[in-house]
């Protein structure tokens, strides 16, 4: 990525579609289709953002083609294999601005969980939807899965500090 590019985690791309160059894509994003909003991926490493020339829905997945610069879409399946396994960054100034009370998930991984009572609980390591409610995956030398639901369970949330305050009892 070129410095000073700070990027976000909205996917990856999971496979080859066809024998065109298409590719399909795993998304994080809610609606999943929302990953498309973003007209420049930045792929795993890659210095340069790759430009989102064709997508639509496949079945129940989502499949793209992409195209480097300003130069035609790729067309070649063995071209397009380099790129299956590769993070889907976006630039985060190309992100819509949220309220003061939500944050996007990508900000919490790193994230310290201390308790109330300042008892360092781990990083946070990953996210997962339930589909009650996201689950924080939080590691420091075993796993906890800790609800992220504001008041009963999360106090607070400092992405600048790289803090969550939760109400967990410790030995759990």
């Not at 079945?59 to 993070?87: F, H, N, S, Y």
Request: hydrophobic share 40%; proline share 6%.
């Amino acid at each position: 990525m070129s410095s000073g590019t700070d990027t976000v985690l909205l996917g990856r791309i999971s496979g080859l579609f066809g024998v065109r160059g298409w590719l399909k894509v795993y998304s994080y994003t809610e609606p999943p289709a929302a990953i498309f909003d973003y007209a420049l991926w930045y792929l795993g490493d890659n210095a340069s953002p790759m430009r989102v020339c064709h997508h639509r829905k496949q079945g129940r997945g989502l499949v793209v083609q992409l195209a480097a610069d300003d130069a035609p879409p790729i067309e070649d399946r063995d071209v397009a294999a380099a790129l299956v396994g590769l993070d889907v960054r976006v630039a985060r100034e190309a992100l819509p601005s949220l309220p003061d009370d939500q944050v996007y998930w990508a900000d919490l991984l790193g994230c310290r969980v201390v308790t109330r009572d300042g008892v360092d609980l781990g990083r946070v390591d990953g996210l997962m939807d339930t589909g009650e409610h996201p689950v924080l995956v939080v590691e420091n030398g075993r796993q906890r899965l800790i609800p992220f639901v504001r008041g009963p369970v999360v106090d607070s949330v400092d992405t600048g500090e790289g803090r969550i305050v939760v109400d967990w009892d410790p030995e759990f």
